[in-house]
């Protein structure tokens, strides 16, 4: 969608808290620092509620705050309304934009009624056929921390791309303790690559965060490096998190 470093890694990652297993989704606020090839560039926050409706919203909003970033006014914001139903993530609109150069919106509305998926703005602006479990770009992140709380083997989901409809691969890629701002934390690294391709994007969920991701890794293919890491995490249910110093 975006080929500007600053914003890969945080369009292709950053799961949400995972649900608990009677799918009681809890509410909350995360924050993570932003850098490019170790430089500060800017903040990444991620917000997950539920509406008077009984739907839910998860918002997430980039902004570059350092460098020249900075000076170009460089913003994302992305938002996806969805509802939980018998076990099932159904997506209901999400919207994307983007301030700066090269400035774009994009919203999807999704129609399961008439099984249509109706996109406005972006490269393709058609309507598409909706198939079984289909996500959109900040939903299957929440799905992918449900599938590690579960224990589900197959992490791969089908998701719906400026017009296309692609299935993302993930894999699990062994464990490691990550120092954070929050504690050191035992987190389980998660990967997504590209076939024939030298990008990739790198996830620490944290299982004592109901696998929330705490650090976040993109490199792209001229080797540079965008990173997140978690500065902050509120709860407003259930309690506030135990976290381990």
């Given amino acids: 969608m975006l080929r500007h470093p600053f914003f890969t890694l945080l369009l292709a990652a950053a799961p949400l808290i995972a649900a608990a297993a009677e799918d009681v989704v809890p509410e909350y606020t995360a924050t993570y620092a932003v850098a490019l090839d170790n430089s500060p560039a800017g903040t990444l926050v991620r917000t997950l509620r539920r509406d008077a409706g009984g739907s839910y919203l998860f918002e997430s909003e980039t902004k570059a705050t350092q460098g020249w970033y900075s000076l170009l006014g460089l913003a994302i914001q992305e938002k996806s309304a969805w509802t939980l139903e018998a076990g099932q993530l159904r997506p209901l609109n999400y919207s994307y934009q983007q301030s700066g150069p090269g400035g774009r919106d994009l919203t999807m509305e999704f129609d399961w009624q008439k099984g249509t998926l109706r996109q406005h703005g972006g490269k393709h602006?058609?309507?598409?056929?909706?198939?079984?479990?289909?996500?959109?770009?900040?939903?299957?992140?929440?799905?992918?921390?449900?599938?590690?709380?579960?224990?589900?083997?197959?992490?791969?989901?089908?998701?719906?791309?400026?017009?296309?409809?692609?299935?993302?691969?993930?894999?699990?890629?062994?464990?490691?303790?990550?120092?954070?701002?929050?504690?050191?934390?035992?987190?389980?690294?998660?990967?997504?690559?590209?076939?024939?391709?030298?990008?990739?994007?790198?996830?620490?969920?944290?299982?004592?965060?109901?696998?929330?991701?705490?650090?976040?890794?993109?490199?792209?293919?001229?080797?540079?490096?965008?990173?997140?890491?978690?500065?902050?995490?509120?709860?407003?249910?259930?309690?506030?998190?135990?976290?381990?110093?």
């Fill in 125 to 245: 602006e058609r309507d598409t056929p909706l198939v079984p479990h289909l996500l959109d770009r900040l939903l299957y992140q929440y799905a992918l921390t449900r599938d590690l709380t579960s224990g589900n083997p197959v992490l791969d989901y089908v998701v719906a791309e400026d017009g296309k409809i692609k299935t993302y691969h993930l894999r699990r890629a062994g464990g490691e303790t990550l120092a954070t701002p929050l504690g050191n934390l035992e987190t389980i690294r998660i990967e997504r690559r590209k076939e024939d391709s030298k990008r990739m994007t790198t996830l620490w969920c944290a299982p004592a965060l109901h696998y929330l991701p705490v650090r976040l890794d993109h490199i792209e293919k001229n080797g540079q490096q965008t990173s997140a890491l978690i500065q902050s995490l509120s709860t407003m249910e259930p309690p506030p998190l135990a976290i381990g110093k």
